[in-house]
T-cell receptor, first 112, second 111 residues
């Protein structure tokens, strides 16, 4: 059983819409959660981190964490074509000593 | 990717050949990592180093060795390359609260 699950997509949204990306994880003791964006042919870059239940907003991005349900989501408001990329969810599980486990990513396309 | 330098960017090997991927950082972080990325499988941890002189196995260490000789550099060695090691390799460094910063990657093909 994969520890971090994401819908691989592709997910397509029109420009200006809200894109919603979801991630579930298996280890209930996980404490740290991250969203990375990866453009085609490039390396991943961190866009959001979240450590406690609730919402965390940064510009057009909002990360949501629900530890009871073991899911973390990323909302992108006013989506732009430049947001088209693969979004990777990553989790530090309990007892893993700094090791991040990544989901396989969701490919997002924002249509002009 | 300023701060994390990976070399080479591309490499083609024949089965059985050896090579070393180099990673250097100038961000003065203790933690360094090697990941591989395959289509549909996300990033998988090969080895990591929590500090100078220490290394630990990750999820997929077989066929690889690593060396952390100093705080700046962390190398990954393939002693006898196999086609299953065809992948994109990323070095990363761990900042505060384990936020990772990635190098630009090495695209490796083993024929």
């Amino acid at each position: 059983q994969k520890e971090v699950e994401q819908n691989s997509g592709p997910l397509s949204v029109p420009e200006g819409a809200i894109a919603s990306l979801n991630c579930t994880y298996s280890d209930r003791g996980s404490q740290s959660f991250f969203w990375y964006r990866q453009y085609s042919g490039k390396s991943p870059e961190l866009i959001m981190s979240i450590y406690s239940n609730g919402d965390k907003e940064d510009g057009r991005f909002t990360a949501q964490l629900n530890k009871a349900s073991q899911y973390v989501s990323l909302l992108i408001r006013d989506s732009q074509p430049s947001d088209s990329a693969t979004y990777l969810c990553a989790v530090i599980s309990s007892g893993s000593a700094r090791q991040l486990t990544f989901g396989s990513g969701t490919q997002l396309t924002v249509l002009p | 990717n300023a701060g994390v330098t990976q070399t080479p960017k591309f490499q083609v090997l024949k089965t059985g050949q050896s090579m070393t991927l180099q990673c250097a950082q100038d961000m003065n972080h203790n933690s360094m990592y090697w990941y591989r990325q395959d289509p549909g499988m996300g990033l998988r941890l090969i080895y990591y180093s929590a500090s100078e002189g220490t290394t630990d196995k990750g999820e997929v260490p077989n066929g690889y060795n690593v060396s952390r000789l100093n705080k700046r550099e962390f190398s990954l060695r393939l002693e006898s390359a196999a086609p299953s090691q065809t992948s994109v390799y990323f070095c990363a460094i761990g900042g505060q609260r384990e936020k990772l910063f990635f190098g630009s990657g090495t695209q490796l093909s083993v024929l």
